[in-house]
T-cell receptor, first 114, second 115 residues
Framework: AQSVTQLGSHVSVSEGALVLLRCNYS??????LFWYVQYPNQGLQLLLK??????LVKGINGFEAEFKKSETSFHLTKPSAHMSDAAECLC????????????FGKGTKLSVIP | EAGVVQSPRYKIIEKKQPVAFWCNPI?????LYWYLQNLGQGPELLIR????????DSQLPKDRFSAERLKGVDSTLKIQPAELGDSAVYLC?????????????FGQGTRLTVV
């Protein structure tokens, strides 16, 4: 079984400030991990994914995440927030290659303050 | 290339009425998923198809929910009768079967309101 915990249902940052969204996972086998973003009136879009290669993963729009096995974490970061980053961000886990079931966290709403 | 297309985008129905959602996956994607997303929650898998076969429907409430994927392309999710608690966003996604590191692509969802 797997699960995902996202700390903070709502995170507000100032434009230009560091973005840090926290995600911790639980998995009985080496996991694949994903961050999805959901902009208003749009579908879920993949930001980045970890699939057992490099532990530091770079995604679209300047986002990146680091897989830390010892901390069972996959936190999402961006050095400098932009107004267009405001969205719902969802962390998800699946049980690695051959597994197709994504288990999502509850999501974190990212707000960017001008 | 078109993404995953869902219709309708919004639906308002009275309780006890039937409702159906339609999904057209990305061309060539064998795997199709239906997810349910309640307000303030992450999506939860309802059913997964590989081609026309439902390979995981363990989370689908079969007393009122049904789904089909005839010919292994488009899919329909039905609720009959709808209850107030079914108000949520229903998401469809598709991916390529059997590829490592596969990514699921999501549609915009159908927002259902049961009154």
């Amino acid at each position: 079984a797997q699960s995902v915990t996202q700390l903070g249902s709502h995170v507000s940052v100032s434009e230009g400030a560091l973005v840090l969204l926290r995600c911790n996972y639980s998995s009985s086998v080496p996991p694949y991990l994903f961050w999805y973003v959901q902009y208003p009136n749009q579908g879920l879009q993949l930001l980045l994914k970890y699939t057992s290669a490099a532990t530091l993963v770079k995604g679209i729009n300047g986002f990146e995440a680091e897989f830390k096995k010892s901390e069972t974490s996959f936190h999402l970061t961006k050095p400098s927030a932009h107004m267009s980053d405001a969205a719902e961000c969802l962390c998800a886990v699946c049980l690695g290659a051959g597994s197709y079931q994504l288990t999502f966290g509850k999501g974190t709403k990212l707000s960017v303050i001008p | 290339e078109a993404g995953v297309v869902q219709s309708p985008r919004y639906k308002i129905i009275e309780k006890k009425q039937p409702v159906a959602f339609w999904c057209n996956p990305i061309s060539g994607h064998n795997t199709l998923y239906w997810y349910l997303q309640n307000l303030g929650q992450g999506p939860e898998l309802l059913i997964r198809y590989e081609n026309e076969e439902a390979v995981d429907d363990s989370q689908l409430p079969k007393d009122r929910f049904s789904a089909e994927r005839l010919k292994g392309v488009d899919s329909t999710l039905k609720i009959q009768p709808a209850e107030l608690g079914d108000s949520a966003v229903y998401l469809c996604a598709s991916s390529v079967t059997g590829r490592r590191n596969t990514e699921a692509f999501f549609g915009q969802g159908t927002r259902l309101t049961v009154v």
